[in-house]
């Protein structure tokens, strides 16, 4: 059912234009990456990014891991972090991506989870999953899956892992995002995520420009928001870890969470 938003709009109507406005700049992502092994990145003006003398988004951020069998995938990387380096994953476990893009955190997932584990990779674009799947080829417990992050096309409590990096907060409904993961996942499971989180004084202005909500800016929750909506969607045990500046206005963080 669709509810009234303060704007007069609903919920469904503003997650379309959202999705549709995203889904077009992560599409120009892939052909881009595809035609050049380069381009922009949705996080910000391509994906050398650099704040304040560092990496803020994109494959500079994967500098001090072991990157083999994922380095053509993370060429094209929209993220904001390495989720991976922290959900600690283990061999035989059930890993979902959500917002896989390029397909580098899968690549790096499966071969933590083995040739026991299974890793799949959601997004709903199919220009990205067109490219994770070439990435993929040969490796055997790799899945991608077509779909929405508020729609998860999966069973309740068939995955151990959830991980991201920097997609949630690029979607209009946040509230149903979370609470999909955690249905997906099963009791104890892990939520483990790279994401982007506004301050608390963000202005009005930025977080009504839909450019910046393509550069995960204007759509970031405050690190309050984002812990109230893990708690009441069934998540427990919320960590919070700001990592490094992206924006005047945000920071990346590692948000990790336990399924109640």
Request: glycine residues 12%.
């Amino acid at each position: 059912m669709n509810v009234d938003t303060p704007a007069g709009g609903t919920v469904m109507s503003r997650t379309i234009e959202v999705r549709e406005v995203v889904r077009g700049r992560y599409a120009e992502a892939a052909r881009s990456t595809a035609e050049c092994c380069g381009g922009p990145s949705c996080c910000g003006e391509d994906a050398g990014d650099v704040v304040e003398g560092a990496p803020a988004f994109g494959s500079g951020l994967y500098a001090a891991e072991d990157v083999t069998g994922a380095a053509g995938a993370l060429e094209a990387s929209l993220g904001c972090g390495v989720p991976t380096a922290v959900a600690e994953l283990q061999p035989g476990e059930v890993v979902l991506d959500l917002g896989s893009g390029a397909g580098g955190d899968v690549l790096l997932a499966a071969r933590r989870v083995g040739p026991t584990g299974r890793v799949i990779g959601l997004d709903m674009t199919r220009e990205m999953l067109e490219l994770a799947r070439r990435h993929a080829t040969g490796v055997p417990n790799v899945e991608f899956l077509q779909g929405y992050l508020e729609e998860v096309p999966l069973p309740d409590a068939t995955v151990d892992v959830v991980i991201s990096n920097c997609v949630i907060n690029l979607a209009a409904d946040k509230p149903a995002v979370l609470a999909e993961a955690a249905r997906v996942t099963r009791p104890g499971g892990r939520f483990a995520v790279s994401d982007v989180l506004a301050d608390e004084d963000m202005g009005a202005a930025t977080r009504a420009d839909m450019a910046a909500w393509t550069r995960c800016i204007a759509g970031a929750l405050t690190e309050r928001e984002y812990r109230d909506l893990l708690v009441a969607a069934g998540w427990a045990e919320v960590e919070v870890r700001v990592t490094h500046r992206v924006h005047s206005h945000a920071a990346a963080a590692i948000i990790r969470a336990v399924r109640a």
